[in-house]
């Protein structure tokens, strides 16, 4: 189980997903549903992600994260906001070739709106094995790197689905 958990928040268009603890693959349902929602909302404009008290983000959780900037940009024209205060988090995120994707912001928020945790969904086997899949291919499009190191695990997943 995870120790981590993920709230959000909305005003005025704004979203905000803040991520604490460990994240991990058992997020990654009612992340990618809440990403969903965020994009289909009439009132949205942007997002900004914090991690400013997150400690560890597995793979499945920043290539869902680089989906959400694939969206963000085809919405708005622009990168969305991703604020890492932890300099292991923020290593993890550049490795992956997310100030591409993002922008990248190394002070923390000021006060944010109350926070909402965002409830655990449980969803099949295959849909997760197709959502893990999905982030892998994400984060593989983003640069050669990352390409290179997760091709075998798509590939088998690919085999099992």
């Known amino acids: 189980m995870s120790t981590g958990k993920i709230q959000f928040a909305e005003q005025n268009g704004v979203f905000v997903l ?3 603890g460990e994240i991990r693959l058992t997020f990654c349902s009612a ?6 929602r965020m994009f289909m909302a009439s009132s949205f404009s942007s997002v900004i992600v914090d991690l400013t008290e997150a400690c560890s983000l597995d793979s499945t959780t920043l290539g869902l994260l680089a989906k959400l900037s694939i969206l963000h940009r085809q919405k708005t024209k622009q990168l969305p906001t991703l604020v ?3 300099p292991d988090v923020t290593r993890q995120v550049t490795s992956m070739g997310f100030e591409q994707v993002f922008n990248i912001v190394t002070q923390p928020l000021g006060s944010l709106s109350p ?3 965002l409830p655990m969904q449980q969803d099949s086997e295959a849909a997760i094995r197709a959502k893990v ?3 892998h291919q994400i984060l593989m499009s983003l640069n050669e790197p990352n390409r290179m190191a997760f091709r075998d695990l798509v590939s088998v997943l690919e085999r099992e689905a």
């Open 18 to 20: 803040k991520f604490t």
């Open 133 to 135: 899949i999905e982030a």
């Open 84 to 86: 890492s205060t932890c």
């Open 31 to 36: 992340l990618d549903a809440a990403i969903e």
């Open 115 to 117: 926070l909402n945790e």
